[in-house]
């Protein structure tokens, strides 16, 4: 978060586990979306804009919207604030995929409707920002909250910067780190190039350093 209250969020590395079910170390898991949880191959947009959702909801209340310390324990919050349907998640999965996290589920005995709204988590919260929280949070949603669509929420629409907003032509075909055969200092120095490529005001702010590592001349 800088100085402006500008707020970017990130996260790196959590899809090198190989099941969320088998690490509960990763530290984003409060803020993971159920398909997620379920199977971790499954993360997209969609995905981002529920943890987006998360957040808001954390940042109002400064508590955990879904708390837990095993991944059951977080679909059970789930369950319990904002509903929770498991056709939605296992419908496109692979039989044999699907029974396993069907039979994994039923175990946990979620309840069929939500035992506490968010609106109930938080009386004072504003009626906008609860409404889009709630298109973010939706688990059995007719039409899918896209990004284009949140930003353009009432809510948020005026602190828009259509300038910045760029929609990515294709996906990054980076998967992970640990496939490029190429030494830490090495990979940083590449990462910071392409930062300065995109943002070349960057290398006024660190000439002293480019000039101690030998990259001006």
Not at 86 to 112: F, G, W
Not at 162 to 178: D, N, Q, R
Request: glycine share 4%.
């Amino acid at each position: 978060m800088n100085e402006d209250c500008t707020l970017k969020i990130a996260d790196f590395g959590q899809w090198n586990q190989h099941s969320s079910w088998a690490c509960h170390c990763v530290l984003t898991q409060w803020h993971q979306a159920p398909e997620c949880i379920l199977s971790p191959s499954q993360p997209n947009a969609a995905s981002d804009l529920w943890s987006t959702g998360t957040i808001y909801m954390e940042m109002l209340k400064r508590e955990r919207l879904f708390p837990g310390t095993s991944p059951g324990q977080i679909l059970c919050c789930i369950a319990h604030r904002v509903g929770f349907d498991i056709e939605r998640y296992v419908s496109h999965l692979p039989a044999q995929e699907k029974n396993a996290i069907e039979d994994m589920v039923r175990t946990l005995e979620l309840p069929e409707a939500p035992t506490a709204t968010l609106r109930d988590w938080i009386p004072n919260a504003p009626e906008a920002g609860l409404d889009l929280a709630k298109k973010l949070l939706d688990t059995v949603p007719s039409v899918p909250v896209s990004a284009r669509d949140a930003l353009a929420h009432p809510y948020i629409r005026n602190l828009r910067d259509p300038a910045g907003e760029t929609t990515a032509v294709m996906p990054s075909p980076l998967t992970s780190f640990k496939h490029i055969d190429l030494p830490l200092r090495a990979l940083k120095d590449r990462v910071y190039a392409e930062c300065a490529r995109r943002h070349p005001e960057i290398i006024a702010r660190d000439l002293e350093w480019l000039w101690a590592r030998g990259f001006c001349s």
